[in-house]
């Protein structure tokens, strides 16, 4: 699949499906979730990712975190399936980044 400019190829570890999503706002949420989750077990529940990440998501791509929700489950499956994060074990899902 081609990429330009505007866009990026991502994927997920849950499923073989790769989609094309707008580059920066792909780009905008990956800064902020890394930003946040710790690099340790157990990491963050989901909830608490985005929660954190809301207070410095930007706003020009996410105005008052509107499809915040959408974009972190997005770009937290493309990461795991990077291996830039992880999942710790157990419920609930907590996410941790891996150094």
Do not use: C, N
């Amino acid at each position: 699949m081609p990429e330009d400019a505007d866009r990026i190829t991502i994927e997920s570890i849950t499923s073989a499906h790769v989609q094309r999503v707008d580059r920066a706002k792909y780009m905008a949420m990956r800064e902020a979730l890394l930003g946040v989750l710790p690099t340790e077990a157990p990491g963050l529940t989901v909830l608490a990712a985005k929660t954190a990440l809301l207070r410095v998501l930007s706003e020009e791509h996410f105005p008052g975190g509107q499809k915040a929700g959408w974009w972190l489950k997005a770009v937290q499956l493309d990461l795991e399936k990077k291996g830039l994060i992880r999942r710790a074990d157990g419920a609930p899902v907590r996410l941790y980044r891996v150094q």
